[in-house]
């Protein structure tokens, strides 16, 4: 019954002890290579509209996403497959790696 216990709770112990930091732009780099036949090499895209441009986007909002994707709260059969093995470090990585690419993004300021 011991070993039970112990067999339980040492994989919750060990996610929670892992250190998250705020994401590397480098590490995302390397981490978005699977990425890359949808959303582009930077994230720019392939030049499919069904594939969104995730370049210059808010990290804030792609990690939201790809946690969205993960839980399932967003739907969608091909990122749920991808963003279901993204660790927390993954997701921050791949956000800051986006984020920090230039891209047509914009907001609404120049119509003002
Ligand atoms: C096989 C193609 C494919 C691959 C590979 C892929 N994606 Fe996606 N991705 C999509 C599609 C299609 C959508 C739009 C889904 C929808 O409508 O919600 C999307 C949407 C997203 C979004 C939301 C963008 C937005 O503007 O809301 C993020 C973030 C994202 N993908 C990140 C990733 C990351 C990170 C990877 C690699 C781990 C990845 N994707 C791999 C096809 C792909």
Redesign the pocket.
Same mark, same amino acid.
């Given at each position: 019954m011991k070993h039970l216990m112990l067999a339980l709770l040492l994989p919750a112990a060990l996610f929670s002890a892992a250190p998250v930091d705020a994401g590397n732009a480098e590490r995302g780099r390397e981490?978005?290579a699977?990425?890359q036949?949808?959303?582009g090499v930077d994230g720019n895209g392939i030049g499919m509209d069904?594939?969104?441009i *995730?370049a210059g986007?808010f990290p804030d909002? =792609?990690a939201h996403?790809?946690r969205a994707?993960k839980t399932g709260e967003?739907e969608?059969v091909?990122?749920r497959g991808?963003?279901a093995p *993204?660790s927390e470090q993954d997701i921050k990585d =791949?956000a800051a790696w986006y984020g920090s690419q230039k891209g047509p993004l914009a907001d609404l300021s120049h119509f003002k």
């Amino acid at each position: 019954m011991k070993h039970l216990m112990l067999a339980l709770l040492l994989p919750a112990a060990l996610f929670s002890a892992a250190p998250v930091d705020a994401g590397n732009a480098e590490r995302g780099r390397e981490k978005s290579a699977i990425c890359q036949a949808c959303h582009g090499v930077d994230g720019n895209g392939i030049g499919m509209d069904m594939y969104p441009i *995730l370049a210059g986007q808010f990290p804030d909002y =792609l990690a939201h996403a790809m946690r969205a994707y993960k839980t399932g709260e967003r739907e969608d059969v091909v990122m749920r497959g991808f963003a279901a093995p *993204l660790s927390e470090q993954d997701i921050k990585d =791949l956000a800051a790696w986006y984020g920090s690419q230039k891209g047509p993004l914009a907001d609404l300021s120049h119509f003002k």
